[in-house]
């Protein structure tokens, strides 16, 4: 069914339904061979569509395969992950934090168990659920651990019920905006001339039905209806350009805003470090060598259940210890407000509290610590780029715990931990920089940490805005402050939004790189949110762009592949409004004053069927390197003026047909032969010239497109000749041939002159097209 909907989806233009319907009132007349003509050609042209964008989005489907979200069911007793979408009524789920509610459920077993509904409900604050509460598809698990039972999903579900809205008001983007406005102006110019030329033609006493095949043939001609196709194809190439670098592009119109991108905003671990964090000392609250710090951190990591965390990992295999004297009886889940994470552990000596987490979290909860002394030993580390994670404890009597128990620990000490720089990083920043992308980093980490990894990697850390600033900030003093700031430290999770929509607001196509449960908001606020096929599934689901790997260098090589994409769209662009439309307008032109009609609708749609072909391979093509260089934005009035030189210039070697073809008294059906060759032929050859800032000849295109372009211009030499009877075309003189293509020559030369008078003097704004 859906196949069959693309199919017919190719002739829903409402120009084309009415020139079938035209098409079979001139079957029903008698005009059995000019119904026949534009049937067939109308069904080669939706065919030759279809096939191309269905191919385009399998390939897209396959691609998103390698990025869906799964949930973790229990079937048969046994724990499975399976895609969100193949979760039915019936299943037992489990949950942790940065889960997806798959469906409409049912808490059967919650442990501090907090779930953001902002998405469903609007409300600002995580809620806390217990046994019994109901929890929705379209919301997730911020901290803690539930088992649920799944009641309905899909559309049975209270989002799904709404779904269809909510897809409705997903915002446009520049690009998918820009093309709208281009197909406005077109349809708008094509209508009005459309309508004036069938008026005039029936003025002029011409049969009513050839002037209305007329007329709606020239829609054809002067419709980009090749637009959705071309524009679906170079998306779903450049998605599998981008999948073979590892980038996996979950909505195609954000690769023209990833291309565009100026700015990008990320966390430094595992970006500009490895993401491998290591111990490298463990210490008291005296500053020594401690043990028991250690074997207090190590139990913590060990018998945490709730979030998984590299820091964790990393405790649990730097020195294990044995734990079989200690058993687990309850836990506190790390959160992103509380910022630490407890233990209660049954002892040979009783039952303990152990809480770590950062620094000042855990400061806050152990009253008798020394905090000038602490805060003295830990700046050191700082200073040399080193994470600090403190350890408290507290002796207790009861079973359970909740958050009202982490008060009153002691200060036992600190974990100093290191993230190595990555190999290679300074220069993908220096590659970054040249593309015109500039990296700002926005961490929780402390500003002394973020200033020494700044100075490692070759950033400017001489200004740091900090959380406790940003709080205090006016948003117009943000929106100053954050253009000129690189580095944003001891950031609360809220305001990496704040950060990214004052940048937004500053004039820059912002992208935004997260991978944990926090980071989905600044995801939706962010131009191109971007996130890592390891990240939480709330991340990846918030993510236009999902990375396979984290590294700044596949990003980059996105980057390059998001301009091509980008730039081989615009030269379909910058074709249909040179000499496409350039041939229309003659066309029509030329009705109003030549007694008969320069070309019969069949004609027309055999031309425009022939010059749909090279057009086809634009997104196999080459692009320039200085296309490449700086990021690019759709600018419709670049494209107007674009529109309104070389437009005019396609007509005037137009003219220049009409003059040599009338000049040598040629007949009817040769007129039309011969201006049925110059238009096929220069709207194949201009994108050679137009596809290119350089001097066309010095600039290769790739194969596909060449070889298009020289099948084209074969077969319309030899159409006269082989479908003469078919079309009404009737062969020309040699030497009338000769001047003909010596006249498209003169064309595509002028057209090269022109175009470097129009790059060199019409000036555009840094990250327009022309630039």
Same mark, same amino acid.
């Given at each position: 069914m859906e196949v069959l909907k693309l199919f017919l989806s190719q002739f829903k233009s409402p120009v084309i339904i009415i020139l079938l319907l035209a098409a079979a009132v001139a079957f029903l007349v008698g005009d059995r061979a000019d119904a026949g003509i534009i049937t067939v050609i109308v069904g080669i042209s939706g065919s030759l569509g279809f096939w191309q964008e269905k191919g385009a989005r399998d390939a897209v489907v396959?691609?998103?395969?390698?990025?869906?979200?799964?949930?973790?069911?229990?079937?048969?007793?046994?724990?499975?992950?399976?895609?969100?979408?193949?979760?039915?009524?019936?299943?037992?789920?489990?949950?942790?934090?940065?889960?997806?509610?798959?469906?409409?459920?049912?808490?059967?077993s919650a442990k501090d168990l907090f779930v953001d509904q902002a998405g469903l409900t609007g409300e600002t604050f995580p809620v806390e659920k217990a046994v019994g509460d109901p929890v929705y598809l379209g919301t997730h698990v911020v901290s803690g651990q539930a088992q649920a039972k799944v009641i309905t999903v899909g559309k049975q579900t209270k989002f799904g019920q709404t779904a269809a809205r909510l897809a409705a008001r997903e915002p446009e983007t520049e690009f998918e905006r820009g093309i709208r406005r281009f197909g406005y102006l077109l349809m708008t110019v094509t209508l009005i001339l459309v309508l004036g030329i069938f008026a005039v033609n029936v003025w002029f006493a011409r049969p009513v039905l050839e002037s209305l095949l007329f007329a709606l043939a020239l829609a054809v001609g002067l419709t980009p209806e090749l637009l959705p196709v071309?524009?679906?194809?170079?998306?779903?190439?450049?998605a599998k350009r981008m999948a073979a670098g590892k980038v996996i592009v979950k909505r195609l119109a954000s690769i023209e805003n990833f291309g565009s991108m100026n700015i990008l905003c990320a966390?430094?671990?595992?970006?500009?470090?490895?993401?491998?964090?290591?111990?490298?000392k463990v210490l008291g609250a005296d500053g020594r060598e401690s043990d028991a710090v250690w074997q207090l951190a190590f139990i913590n990591s060990s018998f945490e259940t709730g979030f998984h965390s590299p820091i964790d990992q990393a405790i649990r295999i730097h020195h294990p210890l044995d734990l079989s004297d200690f058993s687990k009886l309850d836990e506190i889940p790390y959160d992103f407000v509380r910022k630490r994470l407890s233990v209660l552990v049954q002892t040979k000596a009783g039952k303990l509290l152990i809480t770590k987490g950062a620094l000042a979290n855990i400061l806050e909860i152990c009253p008798g610590a020394n905090r000038e002394k602490i805060k003295r030993l830990t700046d050191k580390y700082s200073r040399d780029g080193m994470r600090i994670l403190a350890v408290a404890s507290k002796k207790i009597s009861q079973d359970k715990i909740d958050q009202a128990d982490e008060q009153g620990l002691t200060f036992a000490g600190f974990l100093v931990l290191s993230d190595p720089v990555k190999d290679g990083v300074t220069q993908t920043l220096a590659n970054l920089q040249k593309l015109g992308?500039?990296?700002?980093?926005?961490?929780?980490?402390?500003?002394?940490?973020?200033?020494?990894?700044?100075?490692?990697?070759?950033?400017?850390?001489?200004?740091?805005?900090?959380?406790?600033?940003?709080?205090?900030?006016?948003?117009?003093?943000?929106?100053?402050?954050?253009?000129?700031?690189q580095i944003f430290a001891q950031v609360e999770p809220n305001q990496k939004e704040q950060i990214i929509l004052a940048l937004r607001k500053g004039g820059n196509v912002v992208g935004f790189l997260g991978d944990g449960i926090n980071d989905a908001p600044a995801l939706h606020a962010a131009d191109v949110g971007i996130s890592v096929n390891t990240g939480v599934d709330v991340a990846k689901?918030?993510?236009s762009i999902v990375l396979l790997h984290k590294d700044l260098h596949i990003l980059k090589e996105g980057i390059v592949e998001g301009r091509r994409t980008f730039a081989n769209t615009m030269k379909y662009i910058f074709m249909?409004?040179?000499?496409?439309?350039?041939?229309?307008?003659?066309?029509? @032109?030329?009705? /109003? !004053? &030549?007694?008969? *009609?320069?070309?019969? $609708? @069949?004609?027309? /749609? !055999? &031309?425009?069927? *022939?010059?749909?072909? $090279?057009e086809m391979t634009i997104a196999s093509d080459n692009v320039d390197a200085i296309d490449l260089e700086a990021p690019r934005r759709w600018d419709i009035s670049f494209i107007r003026r674009f529109m309104l030189i070389f437009g005019p210039l396609s007509s005037a070697f137009d003219y220049l047909t009409f003059a040599l073809l009338l000049g040598f008294g040629v007949s009817v059906m040769q007129?039309?032969?011969?201006?049925?060759?110059?238009?096929?032929?220069?709207?194949?050859?201009?994108?050679?010239?137009?596809?290119?800032?350089?001097?066309?000849?010095?600039?290769?295109?790739?194969?596909?497109?060449?070889?298009?372009?020289?099948?084209?211009?074969?077969?319309?030499?030899?159409?006269?000749?082989?479908?003469?009877?078919?079309?009404?075309?009737?062969?020309?003189?040699i030497f009338l041939v000769l001047a003909i293509n010596t006249i498209i020559v003169g064309y595509m030369f002028a057209a090269q002159a022109v175009k470097s008078f129009f790059y060199a003097r019409i000036m555009v704004q840094p990250g327009k097209p022309g630039r």
């Amino acid at each position: 069914m859906e196949v069959l909907k693309l199919f017919l989806s190719q002739f829903k233009s409402p120009v084309i339904i009415i020139l079938l319907l035209a098409a079979a009132v001139a079957f029903l007349v008698g005009d059995r061979a000019d119904a026949g003509i534009i049937t067939v050609i109308v069904g080669i042209s939706g065919s030759l569509g279809f096939w191309q964008e269905k191919g385009a989005r399998d390939a897209v489907v396959k691609l998103l395969r390698l990025v869906q979200v799964t949930a973790t069911v229990v079937r048969n007793g046994q724990d499975k992950e399976v895609p969100v979408g193949k979760v039915v009524a019936g299943d037992i789920v489990k949950l942790t934090a940065g889960d997806i509610i798959p469906g409409d459920c049912q808490l059967i077993s919650a442990k501090d168990l907090f779930v953001d509904q902002a998405g469903l409900t609007g409300e600002t604050f995580p809620v806390e659920k217990a046994v019994g509460d109901p929890v929705y598809l379209g919301t997730h698990v911020v901290s803690g651990q539930a088992q649920a039972k799944v009641i309905t999903v899909g559309k049975q579900t209270k989002f799904g019920q709404t779904a269809a809205r909510l897809a409705a008001r997903e915002p446009e983007t520049e690009f998918e905006r820009g093309i709208r406005r281009f197909g406005y102006l077109l349809m708008t110019v094509t209508l009005i001339l459309v309508l004036g030329i069938f008026a005039v033609n029936v003025w002029f006493a011409r049969p009513v039905l050839e002037s209305l095949l007329f007329a709606l043939a020239l829609a054809v001609g002067l419709t980009p209806e090749l637009l959705p196709v071309v524009i679906s194809i170079n998306l779903a190439k450049g998605a599998k350009r981008m999948a073979a670098g590892k980038v996996i592009v979950k909505r195609l119109a954000s690769i023209e805003n990833f291309g565009s991108m100026n700015i990008l905003c990320a966390d430094k671990t595992g970006t500009l470090t490895e993401g491998k964090i290591q111990v490298e000392k463990v210490l008291g609250a005296d500053g020594r060598e401690s043990d028991a710090v250690w074997q207090l951190a190590f139990i913590n990591s060990s018998f945490e259940t709730g979030f998984h965390s590299p820091i964790d990992q990393a405790i649990r295999i730097h020195h294990p210890l044995d734990l079989s004297d200690f058993s687990k009886l309850d836990e506190i889940p790390y959160d992103f407000v509380r910022k630490r994470l407890s233990v209660l552990v049954q002892t040979k000596a009783g039952k303990l509290l152990i809480t770590k987490g950062a620094l000042a979290n855990i400061l806050e909860i152990c009253p008798g610590a020394n905090r000038e002394k602490i805060k003295r030993l830990t700046d050191k580390y700082s200073r040399d780029g080193m994470r600090i994670l403190a350890v408290a404890s507290k002796k207790i009597s009861q079973d359970k715990i909740d958050q009202a128990d982490e008060q009153g620990l002691t200060f036992a000490g600190f974990l100093v931990l290191s993230d190595p720089v990555k190999d290679g990083v300074t220069q993908t920043l220096a590659n970054l920089q040249k593309l015109g992308v500039g990296l700002k980093i926005i961490t929780g980490d402390n500003q002394l940490v973020a200033r020494a990894l700044a100075r490692k990697v070759g950033l400017d850390a001489t200004k740091i805005l900090t959380g406790q600033q940003i709080t205090k900030m006016e948003e117009a003093a943000l929106v100053a402050a954050a253009q000129t700031t690189q580095i944003f430290a001891q950031v609360e999770p809220n305001q990496k939004e704040q950060i990214i929509l004052a940048l937004r607001k500053g004039g820059n196509v912002v992208g935004f790189l997260g991978d944990g449960i926090n980071d989905a908001p600044a995801l939706h606020a962010a131009d191109v949110g971007i996130s890592v096929n390891t990240g939480v599934d709330v991340a990846k689901q918030a993510a236009s762009i999902v990375l396979l790997h984290k590294d700044l260098h596949i990003l980059k090589e996105g980057i390059v592949e998001g301009r091509r994409t980008f730039a081989n769209t615009m030269k379909y662009i910058f074709m249909a409004t040179s000499a496409n439309f350039g041939n229309m307008f003659s066309m029509a @032109g030329a009705s /109003l !004053f &030549l007694p008969f *009609l320069p070309l019969l $609708p @069949g004609q027309i /749609l !055999f &031309l425009n069927l *022939l010059t749909d072909f $090279p057009e086809m391979t634009i997104a196999s093509d080459n692009v320039d390197a200085i296309d490449l260089e700086a990021p690019r934005r759709w600018d419709i009035s670049f494209i107007r003026r674009f529109m309104l030189i070389f437009g005019p210039l396609s007509s005037a070697f137009d003219y220049l047909t009409f003059a040599l073809l009338l000049g040598f008294g040629v007949s009817v059906m040769q007129f039309r032969t011969g201006w049925f060759l110059e238009s096929v032929i220069s709207a194949a050859v201009i994108v050679l010239v137009i596809r290119s800032r350089k001097f066309f000849l010095s600039s290769r295109p790739s194969i596909y497109l060449l070889a298009t372009t020289l099948l084209v211009v074969i077969a319309a030499h030899l159409a006269p000749y082989l479908l003469g009877p078919v079309f009404g075309f009737k062969p020309l003189p040699i030497f009338l041939v000769l001047a003909i293509n010596t006249i498209i020559v003169g064309y595509m030369f002028a057209a090269q002159a022109v175009k470097s008078f129009f790059y060199a003097r019409i000036m555009v704004q840094p990250g327009k097209p022309g630039r």
